[in-house]
């Protein structure tokens, strides 16, 4: 059977204590020198955003950034501009992602160029709002899937 200091807890929890309150006064002093938010864990900022910045401003910086210049701009370019701009994380690779999704969309025109990959606008393309595109389930609930397209995904299911 052992036997249990009650003296050593307490001092152990005292001491715990004070270090929990010294935590406590280096949060309030953090919190302080941020400009008075407390930055929580499901902030924008938490999540890849830059505190204020709206969903979507980067990308649409990146494409008028791209329309707006008279040649194709390589990635690098784009994500110095971004920082520049204070839209983009210097360490972050959330432009060479966004970069990618708008070429596979079609927002973006993608060559490969000796300097690496440049990226161009393409002509008369509107920016498609974010999102899923809609598969052949959400095409026929809205009744935007031709016969030939239903009728070929119901003999191939």
């Given amino acids: ?10 001092a152990k929890i005292a001491d715990l204590e004070a270090q929990l309150n010294v ?3 280096l949060l309030q ?9 407390a930055e929580e864990k499901g902030s924008a900022r938490g999540r890849g955003r830059k505190a204020g910045a709206r969903r979507g401003s980067l990308s649409a910086a ?3 950034l791209v329309e707006n210049s008279n040649r194709p701009l390589t990635s690098g370019e784009i994500k110095q501009a971004m920082v520049k701009q204070g839209l983009a994380d210097p360490k972050s690779s959330s432009v ?4 990618l999704q708008m070429a596979k969309r ?5 060559a490969k160029t000796p300097d690496g990959v440049a990226y161009s606008a393409v002509a008369g393309a509107a920016p498609k709002k974010p999102g899923r595109p809609a598969g052949k ?6 009744g935007k899937l031709s ?3 239903a009728t070929g995904a119901a003999t191939q299911a």
């Fill in 1 to 10: 059977m052992s036997f249990i200091n009650v003296k050593e807890v307490n």
């Fill in 23 to 25: 935590l406590r006064e």
């Fill in 29 to 37: 002093i953090g919190v302080l020198l941020s400009g008075g938010r």
């Fill in 62 to 64: 990146i494409i008028t």
């Fill in 96 to 99: 060479y992602a966004l970069l």
């Fill in 106 to 110: 079609g927002t973006l025109k993608k």
């Fill in 137 to 142: 389930k959400g095409k026929k609930r809205r």
């Fill in 147 to 149: 016969k030939q397209e």
